[in-house]
Every structure is written in C-alpha cells, then in structure tokens.
C-alpha cells in the first residue's frame, strides 16, 4: 500500500520559515518525479513545486520562486519543501504527489499524501 505522509506545517509569521516533509512508502520513490500542490479555502488547488527522479532537475510556480526549495533524499524516501519569507498568502493546505514525471499538472500523479496545513500570520 503507498502511502504518502506529510509532516511539518503549522503557524508562522510573515516573513518566517517552515521546512514541510513527505515520507513515502510501499512504493520505490526513486523512480518517481515528486511534487508539491497547495490549497487555500475556496480556491482551486494549484502548483508549488516539482522535482524529478534524480533531484537534478526542479520546477517552481512563479509565485513561490526564489522563496521555497524542493528537494529529496531518496535513501530516505523523503522529499522537503523549505518555505521561505512565508506570506499570508501562502496560507493553505499542502499536498506532496509523486508520479512517473515532475510536472506542474495535477492530473498526473498517482498517489497523493493527506495534507498539512500551513498558516501564514500577517
């Protein structure tokens, strides 16, 4: 059974740091792109972050640029999102994916974590 389990958000104030974790199992996450979507109430869920396979290639949404990092150790099948100079804007609720490739689309990842909520304080 993959199971996808997020860890590490929680209130911070603007201008503050917060370092989110995907522990992945039952499947080999080596071979799998990863990513991060976010979620705010009443919006779409929308794009963060990917990372390909080997690490060596990352994507970010525009917004979050220069701001957040993704990155993976796969000899812990974990990825990490560090978030930088949060915002209230940034305030949602964070899913990792993984997937046969890093992508910035939604519909291609198969297997999702639960989510962990991050609150941005002004």
């Known amino acids: 059974q993959v199971q996808l389990v997020e860890s590490g958000g929680g209130l911070v104030q603007a201008g503050g740091s917060l370092r989110l974790s995907c522990a992945a199992s039952?499947?080999?996450?080596?071979?799998?792109?990863m990513a991060w979507f976010r979620q705010a109430p009443g919006k779409e869920r929308e794009f963060v972050a990917a990372i390909a396979r080997s690490g060596g290639n990352t994507y970010y949404a525009d917004s979050v640029k220069g701001r957040f990092t993704i990155t993976r150790d796969n000899a812990k099948n974990t990825g990490y999102l560090q978030a930088s100079s949060l915002k209230p804007e940034d305030t949602a609720v964070y899913y990792c994916?993984?997937?046969?490739?890093?992508?910035?689309?939604?519909?291609?990842?198969?297997?999702w974590g639960q989510g962990t909520q991050v609150t941005v304080s002004s």
């Open positions: 039952g499947l080999a996450f080596s071979s799998y792109g």
């Open positions: 994916a993984a997937g046969l490739a890093a992508t910035s689309r939604a519909g291609l990842y198969d297997y």
